[in-house]
Structures are given as C-alpha cells and as structure tokens.
C-alpha cells in the first residue's frame, strides 16, 4: 500500500510517500481502506518534533480519514466489510496514522458516515468537529439562548462552531478575513459576520450585542485577539483559546471587571467518556442535516508536504483532506 512516512522529525519535505506491506488486523482492530485523510495543524506541530507528544519514528501521520471498513479482527462486534465510517482518534503511538490507503484502528475510532456525506466531508469531522463541541461545551460551559462569537470562523473548526452552535440554539457571530470566506460562513448559519481585516470591526461586534458583550469567544488566534477579546466579553464571559502561535499581552483588568475566564483547550485532554458523547451529537448532527463539513481543498496524497505549509497559512476556507 502507499503511505506517507517520517522517518525524522522537521519540516513538511521529511514526509515521503512509500510501499508499505497493507496491516492485517489483530483481536480487537478494524482495517479500513482509506479513501481521505484530515489535515489539522496539529499534525504539522507533532511531523516537526516540537509538539509535546511524539510518536516513536517511523510513523504514518494523520487522525482524522473516512473510508470503508475492509476486514475486522476477532472479537470485533458492529462493523462488517463495506461500513461507511469517519475514523477520529490518535493510532500514532502504533505508528498507524490515516495517510495511506489502509490503517488499522480500534472499533472506538470509527463511526458511521452516512451515504449523503462525503469521505472528504468524512475526513473533516475528526479534530474540527470535537474540537468546536468540546470547546462550546466541556469548557464553556454553552446554553441555548448564549451570543457565542467564533473570531476566525473560517477554518474547519470554526465553521464546525458556527454549524454545532446554531444546532443548539445559540445566537453565533462571527468573523473573517476575506470575501468569499465571509460568504461560506454565512452560508453556513452565522447570524452576523464580520471583516476582521477593517478598521472598527470590534466595535460592530459591540454594538451588535447592545453593548452587552457576547457570553463565550472562541479564539482561533490568541497570540493576535486575545487581548482584543477581553474587552467584548459580557459579565461572566469566557474565552476558550483554541489556537495559538506566540506569546500575548493582555490587560487582566478587562476580564478582572467582568469575573471573566480565560480557558485553554486542546482535544487531547479529551476523556474516552467525553470523547464518546461528543462523537454520539456529531452522528446526530450528521443524520438529521444540521452538521454538513465544508471541503476547502482536496490534495492527492503525495502532496502532503504542500498541504502541510497551506493548513498553516492564512485565509483557510473549510477543510484541507487528502484524496487516498
């Protein structure tokens, strides 16, 4: 089979397409024929060696794929050759990441991807869509009725946020940086969208809410928003810091006046309970229509050096896969 391999760890070109022998699958484990993989920032941070956990070299990168179960090992109960699932979970400590045609994954890994929903759609699910649910949800603590802004809606996970927050009644702004990406997140149920590139656009936000502040921010960018956010928050708000590429100043004034918090999150800290339930409201979204992913970008698989510098630039519109 093809797979991308790191053999060291450093920039994208350390990712090489191979010939590797296709995994049979033990007791317990599923193979699945890949047919597209995610592509998050993440794996670019761990494919570089400085994420904070490192998969033992060599390894095949990826979390995130959709495809069809192939052949399932003893004792597994619930899936069949031919199923359609999306696979969300980290294999990398067996080396078995979603970049190949085949991989090998525990039954916990996959869910059913339905016949309206694309594998590229499918590929998309994984980190962007528990990243926005447990971000809204386990650290925010997000009620029906709440003004959530998404400031940089653009990407997978923020337009995940938008989709799942408008599902749960929220009333959910927005922002972005260029046409067409406003446009997407428009389309994709946000109530007010704003152009983060003009002047003034803090102040729409502001006046938006009546002056009253939004309840929940989720910060794709803090190193650039997150001193900006504090000052939008309503009493009691809170941010939850999704992204982050460097160190931020902030007046601690801003969140002390209205009893603010300022929440991290990373979907590694995720439990198998809270992964389980988040994973049980994605296929809920999916079956009734309100969760529909959006696909930026479609690449073959050898380009994966290329995808892994484009995940990371500016502007991003929907999802970036790779076509196995």
């Known amino acids: 089979m093809r797979a991308i391999v790191v053999?060291?760890?450093?920039?994208?070109?350390?990712?090489?397409?191979e010939e590797r022998p296709t995994p049979k699958p033990g007791p317990g484990e599923v193979l699945v024929r890949v047919h597209a993989a995610g592509v998050n920032p993440v794996d670019g941070y761990i494919r570089s060696g400085t994420y904070a956990r490192k998969p033992a070299l060599p390894y095949v990168p990826g979390t995130d794929g959709a495809g069809e179960v192939e052949t399932v090992g003893a004792d597994v109960t619930g899936f069949k050759h031919g199923d359609r699932v999306y696979i969300a979970?980290?294999?990398?400590?067996?080396?078995?990441?979603?970049y190949a045609e085949y991989t090998i994954c525990a039954p916990t890994q996959l869910h059913r991807l339905p016949p309206r929903v694309t594998y590229g759609q499918g590929a998309s699910l994984g980190v962007p869509y528990a990243t926005a649910y447990r971000s809204l949800f386990y650290r925010a603590n997000a009620r029906p009725g709440d003004t959530v802004l998404v400031h940089g809606a653009t990407g997978g996970v923020g337009i995940a946020a938008v989709q799942i927050g408008k599902m749960h009644g929220m009333r959910v702004l927005a922002t972005g940086g260029s046409e067409r990406g406003i446009e997407v997140v428009r389309e994709n149920g946000a109530d007010m969208i704003f152009n983060h590139r003009e002047d003034g656009y803090l102040q729409a936000i502001s006046a938006a809410?009546?002056?009253?502040?939004?309840?929940?921010?989720?910060?794709?960018a803090a190193h650039l928003n997150l001193d900006k956010d504090l000052g939008l928050l309503a009493r009691n708000g809170r941010v939850v810091v999704v992204g982050n590429r460097g160190r931020v100043e902030i007046d601690a004034r801003q969140a002390m006046a209205r009893d603010a918090a300022i929440l991290g999150m990373t979907l590694f800290n995720v439990t198998p309970a809270e992964l389980t339930a988040i994973h049980a409201a994605i296929g809920a979204g999916l079956a009734c229509g309100a969760l529909h992913p959006v696909v930026g970008r479609e690449m073959p698989l050898g380009e994966a050096p290329r995808a892994h510098e484009a995940v990371l630039e500016s502007g991003a519109l929907g999802k970036i896969v790779l076509v196995v």
């Not at 979970?89 to 979603?98: F, K, P, R, Y």
């Not at 009546?210 to 309840?215: F, K, S, Y």
């Open 7 to 17: 053999r060291e760890f450093g920039g994208p070109d350390v990712m090489r397409v």
């Open 89 to 98: 979970g980290d294999n990398l400590t067996l080396g078995a990441g979603t």
């Open 209 to 220: 809410t009546g002056g009253q502040g939004v309840d929940i921010i989720l910060e794709m």
